[in-house]
């Protein structure tokens, strides 16, 4: 069991890289094929839920280090099936598909723009600076709900910086490539870092990340590769066939972030995630979430949430990590948004939450800004 939590620690600590966050996207249009809006659930309660997650770390309970399936967590604490089942009858009459995520603490709500206006009675509201957008759902529905993420009434794209916060400067100089694996490693690579933090030990006690498996939450595609050349370079088995990738939104919005300069210091973030994760636990599988930061059929806030939820109810990992942020205690949210950062945070919450109860760690990168 040591053995165990020592190399998940350990991994899980160096599976993003700290380089920045992104901030925003583009509203939901009207002239989107299909628009979709994510609900984040109360859980049935809150109290149990909260007293179940730290008995998971508390040594003396019963329950430490018990973790529960996705299924067993939405039996537990998540909105019963008669809850859910509530939400689709709604949503159905206005021909909306409803897709509820394991766990029940999270719903996508799909269709057209006019449709979901329609169904969440969405109107602006503006009061001073603040603008946002109101929604209206059935009293029974509208209890159990923590925050309606991706709902804008605005019917014009509301451009944002879709950029990282923190220019990524390329180094004047080349690596040297024409070192072997190990030499390269140590003046570059993974050898570099896993000596400097002692990494190697795991190494030499047979922990390389063997039965493994590292979820990173990435707002960018990246190309397999250049990750395949790196590991070449690091002397590393350049069989890319254990890094997955999961398209948690529209796959050409993602997939365009390949193409489209402007998203270039993105794809260098997500490219070095994949490598370093691949690279110091060389026996993992890499689990990949790609959100998109830009697209006219999902709002950046919920597509950044939507990477986490979609990671978390997958249940495949056991460690989460991401590089990106989305900074809204600094930016705040998008123009006419259906959400504030208090419950835009509350909706995270009852995702973490979750996924401890599920025994998956989080890791996230501190930031280059603001909190």
Do not use: C
């Not at 329950?63 to 299924?71: K, R, W």
């Not at 603040?130 to 923590?146: A, E, G, S």
């Not at 180094?171 to 993974?190: I, M, R, V």
Request: net charge positive; aromatic share 10%; glycine share 8%.
């Amino acid at each position: 069991m040591m053995k165990h939590q020592l190399l998940r620690f350990s991994l899980a600590l160096v599976g993003g890289a700290v380089f920045g966050g992104l901030t925003g996207g583009f509203a939901p249009q009207a002239n989107a094929a299909t628009t979709s809006v994510s609900i984040a659930l109360k859980p049935q309660n809150q109290q149990a839920l909260t007293d179940a997650v730290y008995d998971t770390v508390d040594p003396t309970s019963p329950n430490y280090h018990h973790y529960l399936s996705a299924g067993e967590v939405a039996n537990q604490f998540g909105r019963s099936d008669s809850d859910i089942a509530a939400f689709k009858r709604y949503f159905k009459k206005y021909k909306l598909q409803t897709s509820v995520y394991r766990g029940h603490f999270y719903i996508q709500v799909r269709g057209s723009y006019t449709n979901l206006v329609k169904a969440f009675k969405a109107k602006r509201s503006q009061h001073g600076k603040t603008k946002i957008t109101t929604y209206q759902l059935p009293v029974n529905l509208k209890k159990q709900v923590l925050a309606v993420v991706g709902l804008n009434a605005k019917k014009t794209a509301t451009k944002r910086s879709h950029k990282t916060t923190t220019s990524i400067k390329l180094a004047a100089q080349k690596p040297n490539t024409d070192l072997s694996g190990t030499e390269f490693s140590k003046k570059y690579g993974a050898t570099k870092f896993t000596s400097h933090y002692q990494v190697d030990q795991l190494y030499k006690r047979g922990l390389a990340g063997a039965g493994q498996q590292i979820g990173l939450i990435a707002g960018s595609d990246f190309k397999t590769g250049d990750v395949k050349r790196y590991l070449t370079e690091n002397g590393i088995s350049a069989d890319t066939s254990r890094i997955h990738k999961h398209y948690v939104g529209p796959k050409k919005d993602i997939q365009g972030t390949l193409t489209d300069n402007s998203f270039r210091p993105a794809q260098v973030e997500t490219t070095l995630d994949v490598e370093q994760a691949a690279s110091v636990a060389p026996g993992a599988q890499i689990q990949t979430y790609l959100f998109p930061l830009n697209s006219n059929a999902v709002s950046g806030d919920a597509g950044y949430l939507n990477g986490y939820a979609y990671a978390i109810a997958d249940n495949k990992v056991k460690q989460i990590s991401s590089s990106y942020g989305y900074a809204n205690e600094l930016v705040g949210m998008d123009a006419w948004a259906s959400v504030t950062p208090k419950q835009y945070n509350a909706a995270f919450n009852a995702l973490f939450q979750q996924a401890a109860l599920q025994g998956i760690t989080l890791f996230n990168a501190s930031g280059d800004h603001g909190p």
